[in-house]
């Protein structure tokens, strides 16, 4: 069989095609860099979120946050007491201190699903219990927001005690 | 005998004031030493408290000069999973916020410190070594259609000859 110059071709165009893939896809790159948050129910579920809270009773909930930065990141979650039309955007959080907060660091990749419990001592209609997603921020050493943030609204009522009055 | 009498009075009376001054000033001893007494505790408490603050502060912040420096580590793509689960053990227990805790913490940071500072010190090498390798598998990979180009027809003309190498050639 001679050797045919056209075939030639065609296996040179297969294996430069081949080998320009194979050398972009060693070039180690990242994708779009981001952070999540959610929030999840006591069983660490989606849905049947508590509706009603009352004062002074402990609540559980679940956070939910997942780093993809490219590299290691230390993550601090803020829950605040919000409200109806009084939410953080993405730029700005919310200006109240902050009810409980918890810190974690990840890496590149990992995601962490923890408890979080705490107690309110307001009472309420339409309370918005804000979880805001904080990151350490190494170029200027100190906390900033990252601009992510969920919440739940909630009523929270005070229980009256009864005290069993008869007629007669 | 008047003159006597008055002496006596005045001395009976110096003697009340005395006595009277002296039960005071032991009053006042008993009320400064009591007092005291209460405030010792209340002060070592507050001390205790403005001591644990200021252990927390410091640890906060060795947390973040530590976490700098893993997170440029590990942007490089260095494994530094050990590191932050071992970080993640120090903030835990700085939250909790109790004496024993921070103790445990301080003891993990001073751990965490020495590998850190070795991770440190080991990121040029790594850097270096890791740039190399990506580089000559890039290199490889592209170089292997210029050689193909030059070296498959040679090959496949030897391997045409050698397969026939025993091949006689007839005159029709």
Do not use: D
């Given at each position: 069989m001679r050797f045919d110059e056209e075939v030639f071709a065609v296996l040179l165009a297969i294996v430069v095609v081949a080998c320009i893939f194979t050398a972009a896809q060693s070039i180690p790159r990242h994708g779009e860099a981001f952070t999540a948050i959610g929030l999840l129910n006591e069983e660490c579920k989606i849905g049947d979120y508590p509706r009603y809270i009352v004062v002074g009773e402990p609540v559980t909930l679940c956070i939910y946050v997942?780093?993809?930065?490219?590299?290691?990141?230390?993550?601090?979650?803020?829950?605040?007491?919000?409200?109806?039309?009084?939410?953080?955007?993405?730029?700005?959080?919310l200006n109240t201190t902050y009810v409980v907060v918890l810190e974690r660091v990840l890496d590149d990749g990992e995601n962490v699903t923890q408890k979080i419990t705490f107690v309110l001592n307001r009472t309420g209609t339409n309370l918005a219990l804000v979880f805001e997603l904080w990151r350490f921020d190494t170029s200027v050493g100190r906390w900033v927001y990252d601009g992510k943030w969920v919440h739940l609204y909630v009523n929270v009522t005070r229980v009256v005690p009864s005290w069993g009055l008869r007629r007669g | 005998m008047r003159d006597r009498s008055r002496y006596a009075d005045i001395f009976i009376k110096t003697l009340r004031e005395l006595c009277t001054a002296v039960i005071h000033v032991k009053i006042l001893k008993t009320c400064v030493v009591s007092t005291l007494l209460l405030l010792i505790p209340v002060a070592l408490c507050s001390l205790q408290k403005v001591w644990a603050k200021d252990l927390r502060d410091e640890l906060w912040s060795r947390v973040e000069e530590l976490f700098t420096v893993i997170e440029k580590a590990g942007s490089e793509g260095m494994d530094v999973k050990e590191l932050i689960r071992d970080l993640n053990k120090a903030i835990q227990l700085i939250r909790r916020g109790d004496e024993e805790s921070l103790r445990r913490a301080k003891a993990i940071l001073d751990g965490l410190s020495a590998r850190v500072e070795e991770i440190s010190r080991e990121l040029p090498r790594y850097r270096l070594v890791r740039d190399l390798c990506t580089y000559s598998r890039v290199a490889l990979l592209l170089s292997i259609p210029v050689a193909m180009y030059f070296l498959l027809p040679r090959a496949y003309l030897r391997l045409w000859y050698r397969y026939r190498r025993r091949w006689l050639v007839e005159e029709r």
């Open positions: 997942s780093n993809h930065l490219g590299k290691p990141a230390l993550l601090q979650v803020r829950m605040k007491i919000g409200s109806r039309g009084y939410l953080p955007t993405n730029t700005t959080p | -």
